[in-house]
């Protein structure tokens, strides 16, 4: 099993839609839980980070449910600028240090 | 620009060849890591450094993967008898003690 798990899409959605994003991870020593957003061919860049008392940011919230063992990312009034694969990252060892990545969920928002 | 860079940004070389790959992490960052991204996946960690010190190694380093950070600054990864599998974007990011991880643009290796 995969230490981190997403639904790769890809979500296509029009312009102002709703989209969520889901996401589930193995290892219940976890640490730390991010949201990364990638652009074709560019390097990946911190879009949130997660915290069990959930966390927006503008049109973005991302929630995390510990027991579960499941991170989720809503984004609301959706922008072509929006169109980008979005990774689920956490981190699994005391000093947080490495990333451990899900595969990303595709999303390809149209006008 | 003050981000992290990599150089080079792509190589292409044979099966057998040895490559080399810069990363320079921003100035004031003690962390460096080193991660490896094939198409469709995310990014799979490498190693990382601490200054000069190298504190953890992936299972996917094998033994013809090296990397060294000889001054705490910049850091090289060097792959040696290169192999089709080793195809991949190589990906170096730097960050301040347990702060955010800041990637550089990558060197995309491709092996014929």
């Known amino acids: 099993r995969k230490e981190v798990e997403q639904d790769p899409g890809p979500f296509n959605v029009p312009e102002g839609a709703t989209v969520a994003f889901n996401c589930t991870y193995s290892?219940?020593?976890?640490?730390?839980f991010f949201w990364y957003r990638q652009d074709c061919r560019k390097e990946p860049k911190l879009l949130m980070s997660?915290?069990?008392s959930g966390n927006e940011d503008g049109r973005f919230t991302a929630q995390l449910n510990r027991a579960s063992q499941y991170i989720s990312l809503l984004i609301r009034d959706s922008k072509l600028s929006d169109s980008a694969t979005y990774l689920c990252?956490?981190?699994?060892?005391?000093?947080?240090?490495?990333?451990?990545f899900g595969k990303g969920t595709t999303l390809s928002v149209s006008s | 620009d003050t981000g992290v860079s990599q150089d080079p940004r792509h190589k292409i070389t044979k099966r057998g060849q040895n490559v080399t790959f810069r990363c320079d992490p921003i100035s004031e960052h003690n962390r460096l890591y080193w991660y490896r991204q094939t198409l469709g996946q995310g990014p799979e960690f490498l190693t990382y450094f601490q200054n000069e010190a190298q504190l953890e190694k992936s299972r996917l380093l094998s033994d013809r993967f090296s990397a060294e950070r000889p001054k705490g600054s910049f850091s090289t990864l060097e792959i040696q008898r290169t192999e089709q599998g080793d195809s991949a974007m190589y990906l170096c990011?730097?960050?301040?003690?347990?702060?955010?991880?800041?990637f550089g643009p990558g060197t995309r290796l491709t092996v014929t």
């Open positions: 290892n219940s020593a976890s640490q730390s």
């Open positions: 990252v956490v981190t699994v060892n005391q000093a947080g240090t490495a990333l451990i």
């Open positions: 990011a730097s960050s301040s003690g347990l702060s955010e991880q800041y």
């Open positions: 997660v915290y069990s």
